[in-house]
């Protein structure tokens, strides 16, 4: 039965929308996949999107549970953020949503 409830619990997705200084997106991917790199509990995957021929882009990190972001803060993490702090236009708009639905694949024969 624990399977069953499994199923029907929603992940919640950290979203980050955001530009950086002309030139400074690539350098922006390398600190976030090491920032993400540090995170554990709860995490379920990150994607880092960026607009093509631009230097916006849009972070979605994915958590069991919102509280789980926060218990995955660490020294290591916080200076590679502060780190890219900088590279940022203005600070990026920030939310959380919950994931209402995921589909991985469509089946072939759907």
Known sequence: MSEFTDFLKHKFAYVAIGEFKPGKFTEA??????????Y???????????????????AVIFWENIGDM????????????????????????????????EISEIPVNF
């Open 40 to 58: 554990k509990q709860g995490f379920k995957g990150a994607y880092l999107l960026q607009e093509p021929n631009s230097d916006r882009g849009i």
């Open 70 to 101: 926060d218990e995955n803060h660490n020294e290591v993490c916080d200076a590679i953020l502060q780190e890219m702090s900088h590279l940022f236009l203005a600070p990026p708009t920030t939310s959380f949503y919950e994931v209402c639905s």
């Open 29 to 38: 991917e390398q600190l976030f996949v090491k920032a993400v790199s540090t």
